[in-house]
């Protein structure tokens, strides 16, 4: 692996979560073009959104507690570049990720449109329903490491209307140029987040044909993802976040309680093979299971990640960050090193099983380190191994993006015709 991180733009990009950065007095962030800092994140994280070498969307830790130890700089030089140092180090040219033109804009009900849909990378990332339950019970329940209850009221509207969001959904479409919604719920007593979500995923699905995904705990009745499937959602994703039975008792008692680990992993093998089940087509099916690595020992997240894998699933990683105003706010985050195996395994893994990464045309994330990203951190002779491998998918890619545009530019005519009439 190539360990300057002049030249891999992956290692910078899993440091710089585990370290952070410092904004330089020299950088406005907003002056620049770049995205208000926002601290909802699906709970997970805030920062500052860029760009790095390689087209690496990230979404880099500058509030935290941690940073305050970071090597990182994000300065902005006289002639108006942005760089990220190591020290008085220069280390690479970043961009700021653009901000969207209708971030400033309001619904036609009056709400500030990025409080109904935000942009994390190149996807909008609604949160639909009220806050998740395990933050009103009468004792709260709610994972540790999550911040969704805090932004109550602050960064994000409480309840969001399906014509709200589609009016979103269209400005993002046109103006943003999105590939790909994310539905995301917490907890809600009677599994009623899929019967929430279903009308923003119907309406949507019609008014734009964009990829769609739904990450929600798991429903009991598995027939449901078969709805879905029909329905146009196209990936739906599982937070178990630890594989060991006791850690994900200890970071997740809401979910513990109410539906146990097993649940979880049932709903991501179930969902892996009904992808498996149909016959290839152009509206594909992903199941996701998604981990906190830096929580529970990395050969833990690995044998996740293995799991997952071997199940026909995705592994999706996120790096563990101490949120402020969470109950892990004083946890330390992981060490570049405890992580690189993780996500070197994340690569090989879903190489190995032949899994679709990176086929979705347009869809960066900021906020993990997708497998194909993590690319980067293994050897040369791993990357070797998997060159066909990478061909391939790249012709699938291709393949793909084309069909799929055409689908997207027919909807955009269509929404404009209906629009304007
Ligand atoms: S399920 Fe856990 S991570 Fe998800 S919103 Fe609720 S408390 Fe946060």
Known sequence: METD??????????????????????????????????????????????????????????????????PYV?????????????????????????????????????????????????????????????????????????????????????????????E?????????????????????????????LEPYIKAVKKATGCLIGVQTPPHSDLSRYDRLKEIGVNRVSFCFELFHPEHFEKVCPGKAEKYGLERYLQAVEYNARLGRAGKLDFDPWVSNGEIIAGLEPPEWSIKAIDWITSVGAIPTVCVFRPLKGTDYEHVPPPKLEEMLPVFARQYEACMEQGLPIAVAPNVNVSLVMLPWESRWLVPRSVRRRFALKEAKMAAMRKIFAHRFYATLRRHDAERRAAAAS
């Open 5 to 70: 991180l002049r030249k891999n733009p992956g290692l910078l990009k899993l440091d710089l979560y585990c370290k952070g950065a410092h904004i330089d007095d020299s950088l406005q962030v907003t002056d620049e073009g770049g995205r208000p800092i926002l601290r909802t994140r699906a709970g997970l994280g805030s920062g500052l959104e860029a760009i790095l070498p390689d087209n690496l969307w990230t979404n880099i830790p500058v509030t935290e507690r941690f940073v305050r130890h970071s």
């Open 74 to 166: 994000v300065r902005r030089r006289d002639n108006g570049e942005i760089w990220i140092d190591q020290g008085d180090e220069p280390i690479c040219r970043i961009t700021l990720a653009p901000r969207p033109t209708w971030y400033d804009r309001k619904t036609s009900t009056g709400k500030p449109m990025p409080q109904v849909g935000t942009l994390q990378g190149t996807y909008l990332g609604v949160y639909p329903s009220k806050v998740c339950e395990y933050w009103t019970e009468d004792s709260p329940s709610n994972c540790k490491f999550c911040s969704v209850g805090l932004n109550l009221g602050s960064d994000d509207a409480e309840e969001k209307r399906v014509q709200e969001v589609l």
């Open 168 to 196: 979103v959904v269209a400005a993002a479409r046109d103006e943003s140029d999105i590939t790909y919604i994310d539905f995301n719920t917490g907890h809600y007593a009677g599994e009623t987040y899929l019967d929430i």
